[in-house]
């Protein structure tokens, strides 16, 4: 069996393209390939025992930026520093390759590029997974699509509207798809006394729960309560205080993350998914496989979960009113709304695997593909060498201290 590298976006659990690969992960092994992952170091305890309990090996690497240079996200440096780290990241995934004896390289987010770079000189296959939107802070990538087409094996898309969208932008290749997936336990949710409004997501712009609030306030029944669970963005997370406040809205509850938030919800409750943007929307699926009534706005994330699932009601993003509306009529009929969850349950979890969700990326990681060179190799050297070993004392000490503030800036 092949020996399979992953390059992953955040060092953490908290967002559908780490959970999602890490079942991937699980289930590879299982099935008795080798995998080993590289990521950025996050310090994120939960992301580091995860792996060591799935017996996968997690190299974490330090960063001023793991994405793009233009990617979203800060840049925790000068452009040297962030340029010597590059190159730092290149020359120690090309020794993780050739110690693990890695044969396939598989990158997933259209975030990072070291992976295709590596595999190039290596001379093994890439396989890049891509889960965003090329919109909003992630267009940045439209003008980086020939470099994807050219540093890629294969490309695989969430299936659906981004598949379609990606396939127009590269014509000349099979843009193949998969969808994320999350692990959902058995256990039944805990019962209610009362119908909630619950949201779970981390507070963002993207995740706009301000629209749902600013709904919930006219809605303006004060038999109802709106629950929203999940960390936040300083920035969003002030916004949404302040609306609360200046409109004196009463019965919102700001949970904060939990660890297994579903263990929050009964089966008393409604799901109410905001977001602008989706690739997929992992958590209304989850809802779905919960059996929770569930109204979601219509970003392209959502459809395409609808198209593979079939259930769910749905309200245009950004129209508050409809969505209000939408909220009433699910509150006035939740008995009904309830039942019809439920009823198509058994066949929603028939359809999500893992195995289904990954088909055509574990079809094809049995392919043996004969690769050209790549003139990339040429520059290897220029690639992946860095003067951290220079004889100045003053240029060591740096580097050890410019390795603690990363540290420091990513643990705090």
Request: aromatic share 10%; glycine share 6%.
């Amino acid at each position: 069996m092949k020996n399979i590298l992953f390059v992953s976006p955040t060092g953490t659990l908290d967002n559908g393209a780490e959970i999602s690969i890490f079942e991937l992960q699980k289930q590879l092994k299982s099935q008795g390939f080798n995998v080993v992952n590289v990521t950025q170091a996050s310090g994120d305890k939960p992301y580091i025992e995860a792996f060591e309990k799935a017996g996968i090996k997690n190299y974490m690497l330090n960063a001023v930026k793991w994405w793009w240079e233009d990617a979203p996200g800060p840049i925790q440096g000068t452009e040297r520093e962030l340029y010597h780290y590059y190159r730092e990241h290149l020359n120690k995934i090309k020794k993780i390759v050739d110690e693990e004896k890695i044969d396939l390289i598989v990158t997933n987010s259209v975030n990072m590029f070291q992976g295709a770079l590596v595999a190039a000189i290596k001379k093994i296959p890439h396989f890049w997974i891509i889960h965003e939107f090329p919109e909003g802070e992630f267009s940045y990538y439209l003008d980086k699509l020939d470099f994807i087409n050219e540093y890629s094996t294969e490309i695989f898309a969430v299936q659906g509207r981004l598949q379609e969208k990606l396939q127009n932008l590269i014509p000349n290749r099979k843009i193949y798809g998969f969808y994320p997936y999350t692990q959902t336990t058995n256990e039944n949710l805990r019962e209610g006394d009362k119908t909630r409004l619950i949201s779970v997501g981390r507070l963002t712009e993207r995740k706009n729960q301000l629209e749902l609030i600013e709904a919930f306030h006219r809605l303006d029944d004060p038999e109802v309560e709106l629950v929203l669970i999940g960390n936040f963005d300083k920035d969003y997370k002030e916004k949404v205080v302040n609306f609360i406040k200046e409109n004196k809205i009463k019965n919102i509850t700001l949970a904060g993350p939990k660890a297994q938030p579903w263990s929050m919800v009964t089966d008393k409750d409604i799901f109410i998914g905001p977001s602008k943007m989706e690739t997929f929307g992992l958590v209304y699926v989850e809802a779905l496989l919960h059996g929770v009534p569930s109204i979601v706005s219509s970003n392209p994330g959502h459809l395409s979960a609808y198209d593979i699932f079939g259930f769910g009601q749905f309200y245009d993003s950004g129209n508050v009113n409809q969505l209000t509306k939408l909220i009433s009529n699910t509150l006035n009929a939740f008995d009904l709304e309830k039942q019809k969850s439920l009823s198509v349950l058994k066949d929603i979890k028939a359809i999500y695997s893992v195995e289904n969700a990954y088909q055509e990326v574990i079809k094809l990681l049995e392919v043996n593909y004969d690769l050209n060179n790549q003139s990339i190799r040429h520059l290897e050297k220029i690639l992946t060498t860095n003067d951290n070993n220079s004889e100045s004392f003053i240029a060591k000490a740096k580097y050890m201290i410019k390795n603690v503030l990363i540290k420091m800036r990513i643990l705090r």
